[in-house]
C-alpha cells in the first residue's frame, strides 16, 4: 500500500477512536465503572454509602449545622456538560448534600443550580410539610454553583434590519445621532 492509503486509514481510525455519546459518558464513571444513578441511590441509599456519585439540582434551602452545611437539592438530569436541567418537572425527588468544611449557607440562596460530586453517606428523614421525607445524603467532595449566565441557551441578537444609520457608522444601540458624533 501507499503512503497516501496508510495516512487515510491512520486518519479514519484517530476521528473514529474520538466518537462517543453522551449517554456513555453520563453512564461511566472516569474509573470505568458503571455512575450511580439517582434513582437507585433514593430507592436504597445504605446499600451505596461510599460510593462515588454526581447530581445537580436547584437549591432549596441551605443551613449550618455543627458537622457542616446542610443543603436541600431538588434533583434534576444532568446534561452532558454535567450542568442540571431547568426543567423542574424531570426532578425524581430530594437529595441532601453536606458540606464538612465551612460554607456559608448566603452563597448558595435558594434557587440556586448546582452540580455536587461526593459519596452516598446513607439517608436521613426530615420533615416535609406536614409528612416525613427520607433524603439520600450526599458528602461533597466537589460543589459547581452555575451562574445566571450559565443557565441556559446562549442569546443571540436578531436580525431586525437596516436602520435609519446604517451603513459604516451604525451604532448596535440606537440613538438620535449619528454614530459618530
Known sequence: MS???????????????GCSSTDDLMETSPSGTPQITYTQVKMAPESYNGQPVTFGGKVLGARRL???????ILQLPLTSSLQ???DL?????????IQKEFLDPATIPAGTFLTVTGEVAGSVTLPLDETEYTYPIVDIKNLRVWTKSEEGAPRVR???GPG??????WSPYWRPWPYYW
Not at 418537572?89 to 448534600?97: E, H, L
Not at 435609519?164 to 457608522?169: A, C, I, K
Open 164 to 169: 435609519p444609520y446604517w451603513g459604516p457608522y
Open 84 to 86: 442540571p436541567t431547568l
Open 66 to 72: 455543627k458537622e457542616g452545611t446542610r443543603i436541600e
Open 158 to 160: 436578531p436580525y431586525i
Open 3 to 17: 503512503k497516501r492509503w496508510w495516512a487515510l486509514i491512520a486518519l479514519v481510525l484517530l476521528i473514529t477512536s
Open 89 to 97: 418537572s424531570k426532578s425524581q425527588g430530594r437529595f441532601v448534600a
